[in-house]
């Protein structure tokens, strides 16, 4: 079984913005768990197309239930591919990502296309597709399921960081303002605060069998 996950955006800068920003989208505030990006290889076809591979690295923390199956130095960080083909006769970008640390644990594809939008030449809109997987006997449904809800968070982050990057780049002052900070942080220290209560409960527990 896989699970497949679709959806659309819209980026209010023209196509060739988009293209520049997605170059330069890293760091942004909606970021930080990427930590390194590198380019592994990049080439221009005969049509004028521009191909590129990278690396990206990423903090990506696993659930509790789930670190268990994995070994320690795998639980916290993650490695992606992006393959990328830039089009500029046919306007469009279209990229390809998939995760090669714990791969065989669970699979993340990633297939976005780029282009000009049809009722708006100086808007730019994106057609975004998933595919989860997992092949783990016994828990692939719940690791699936696990995985779509942090996909669709991740979307999320991952337009608020394009369009943060774009208004930087056009001169705006960006949308991320100290407001949302601020209760982004509150909500960090929340979870944070009730996964450690959470420990504090379990190893009350196993005192009172002991």
Not at 57 to 75: D, F, I, Q
Not at 85 to 96: A, G
Not at 99 to 121: G, K, L, Q, W
Not at 167 to 186: N, W, Y
Request: aromatic content about 10%; some cysteine; glycine content about 2%.
């Amino acid at each position: 079984m896989v699970k497949y996950f679709s959806c659309a955006g819209l980026l209010k800068s023209s196509w060739d913005q988009v293209c520049i920003a997605f170059w330069q989208r890293y760091p942004n505030p909606y970021s930080n768990h990427v930590l390194t990006e590198d380019i592994i290889f990049r080439e221009v076809t005969p049509s004028n197309c521009l191909i590129s591979r990278r690396l990206l690295t990423k903090v990506s923390r696993a659930p509790r239930w789930m670190e268990r199956y994995l070994p320690k130095h795998m639980a916290s960080h993650a490695y992606i591919i992006e393959d990328s083909v830039l089009d500029p006769q046919k306007r469009t970008m279209t990229t390809l990502t998939w995760n090669i640390t714990h791969a065989r644990f669970m699979s993340v594809e990633e297939r976005c296309e780029y282009r000009i939008n049809p009722d708006n030449s100086s808007w730019t809109e994106l057609k975004r597709e998933a595919w989860i997987s997992s092949n783990v006997y016994g828990l692939s449904r719940a690791i699936q399921e696990f995985g779509l809800a942090r996909f669709k968070t991740s979307v999320t982050k991952t337009m608020k960081g394009f369009e943060y990057v774009l208004a930087r780049m056009q001169g705006e002052t960006p949308s991320r303002t100290l407001t949302e900070t601020a209760t982004e942080r509150a909500r960090e220290t929340a979870l944070a605060a009730k996964e450690k209560a959470k420990d504090f409960a379990s190893q009350a527990q196993k005192k009172q069998y002991v």
